[in-house]
Nanobody, 124 residues
Framework: QVQLVESGGGLVQAGGSLGLSCAASGRTFNYYSMAWFRQAPRKEREFVAAIIWSSGRPVYADSVKGRFTISRDNTKNTMYLQMNSLEPEDTAVYYC?????????????????WGQGTQVTVSS
């Protein structure tokens, strides 16, 4: 079984930047994709970005296009999310996930392995 551990969350002012990391360990193999999701208080968990592991092709939610960049390092089994021009609406717990089931890379139902989450807070 794979373990996913996020790091890099914190508090930042609006307009600032933060970088998140997700390290995979344990029974790792080439998942079709890995992704970032987030959940704000009193809201449903939502898709942020995914990366097709073999090709590195990114997929973004419209709300973060042009501001967030997802990347991965195959040799380190690590995925990253660089977040720029942060807005208070980006405040949430951010989760990384590995796709273990067939389906859209933007659907949380395709992901069977999840990290514990890291808090990102953007102040106005």
């Amino acid at each position: 079984q794979v373990q996913l551990v996020e790091s890099g969350g914190g508090l930042v002012q609006a307009g600032g930047s933060l970088g998140l990391s997700c390290a995979a360990s344990g029974r790792t193999f080439n998942y079709y994709s890995m992704a970032w999701f987030r959940q704000a208080p009193r809201k449903e968990r939502e898709f942020v970005a995914a990366i097709i592991w073999s090709s590195g092709r990114p997929v973004y939610a419209d709300s973060v296009k042009g501001r967030f960049t997802i990347s991965r390092d195959n040799t380190k089994n690590t995925m990253y999310l660089q977040m720029n021009s942060l807005e208070p609406e980006d405040t949430a717990v951010y989760y990384c996930a590995a796709q273990t089931r067939a389906g859209s890379s933007a659907s949380e139902y395709a992901y069977g392995a999840w990290g514990q989450g890291t808090q990102v807070t953007v102040s106005s």
